[in-house]
């Protein structure tokens, strides 16, 4: 089970933000509706056969959610209502999230944090899957994102839907970021047994991002990759261990819509791959969570 405690102070510390470095700021409260299908896939490859792999992915499902924004502080909140294919042939799945963001014009600080049970094996050549209803992944993140290029770009109209850009350009971005995964009853998957296990990921990485603008309608694309520090911490059912190592990491965006001074509405699509190296000599693991949303916002 995730560390209640790290989740606790995510929230504090996203709170204290907004207490410290709120402003008066002659900006509308924002209320945006989201409609998602996001996928939090785990991938287990061998070593000694790298094509032989499996994926466990959850049975997509369709996620109605909300934002607000207010100033430079915003939150969201996301729950899974029903599954896009079929629960009898796939499983059951659940799945939802809580973020948190405050963004300046040339830095900002967003949190976030993701639960999801229920996965199946992905397998083309198999009608009759085979089903971990009891498997659950924790996604907890943390990030501090800040510009190294000094071109006129607000950062607060890049990482969100929630502003506009007047006009075209890009920037070279930094990200100071924290990722922690969780993974709980995967014996039955990842045999060797393992029960839990867990991985906290430490990056410093580069990334540039450039927005298209047209009159009221945009296209932002985002990408950031590099490498990082992880903890990697496993329980077994006779023992525990633990190891430091060094992962990759690939965060990328892009986000089409239109724009108009009272409303704005698009599409976004979303993905953060993080390589969680090698359970041992043979099982290298890794996780990727891609999503395509499409929302609605209006100006107050």
């Known amino acids: 089970m995730i560390?209640?405690?790290i989740c606790l102070a995510l929230i504090l510390f996203s709170f204290?933000?907004?207490t410290l470095?709120?402003?008066?700021e002659k900006t509308p409260f924002i209320l945006q509706y989201n409609l998602a299908t996001i996928i939090q896939q785990l991938n287990i490859a061998s070593v000694d056969d790298p094509d032989n792999s499996q994926a466990f992915v959850p049975n997509a499902p369709l996620i109605p959610g909300i934002s607000l924004l207010y100033g430079r502080f915003s939150g969201s909140i996301s729950y899974a209502l029903v599954s896009v294919q079929d629960n009898d042939v796939y499983g059951a799945s659940e799945y939802s999230s809580f973020g948190l963001s405050y963004y300046r014009d040339n830095w900002g600080l967003a949190g976030r944090f993701v639960r999801n049970k229920g996965f199946y094996l992905d397998s083309s050549e198999d009608s009759d899957y085979e089903k971990y209803p009891s498997m659950m992944l924790y996604?907890?993140?943390?990030?501090?994102?800040?510009?190294?290029?000094k071109k006129d770009l607000s950062l607060k109209g890049v990482?969100?839907?929630f502003d506009n850009l007047s006009e075209?350009?890009?920037a070279w971005l930094g990200m100071m970021t924290y990722n922690y995964h969780n993974l709980d009853d995967i014996a039955d998957v990842v045999g060797d047994n393992v029960s839990e296990a867990s991985f906290q990921s430490f990056g410093l990485l580069p990334g540039y991002t450039y927005s298209y603008v047209k009159s009221y309608f945009f296209v932002r694309g985002l990408l950031f990759v590099g490498p990082a520090v992880q903890y990697q911490n496993y329980i077994y059912t006779d023992r525990y261990s633990d190891r430091i190592t060094y992962v990759f990491m690939l965060k990328a965006n892009l986000n089409i819509g239109v724009d108009r001074p009272k409303n704005y509405w698009g599409f976004n699509w979303d993905l953060d791959y993080t390589n969680l190296a090698r359970l041992n000599d043979h099982i290298e693991l890794s996780t990727s969570t891609s999503g395509v949303k499409l929302y609605y916002g209006h100006r107050y």
């Open 3 to 5: 560390n209640k405690r």
């Open 139 to 149: 996604d907890l993140n943390a990030e501090f994102i800040f510009k190294l290029s």
């Open 168 to 170: 075209s350009g890009g």
């Open 16 to 18: 204290l933000t907004l």
């Open 21 to 24: 470095f709120s402003e008066d």
């Open 159 to 161: 990482m969100n839907e």
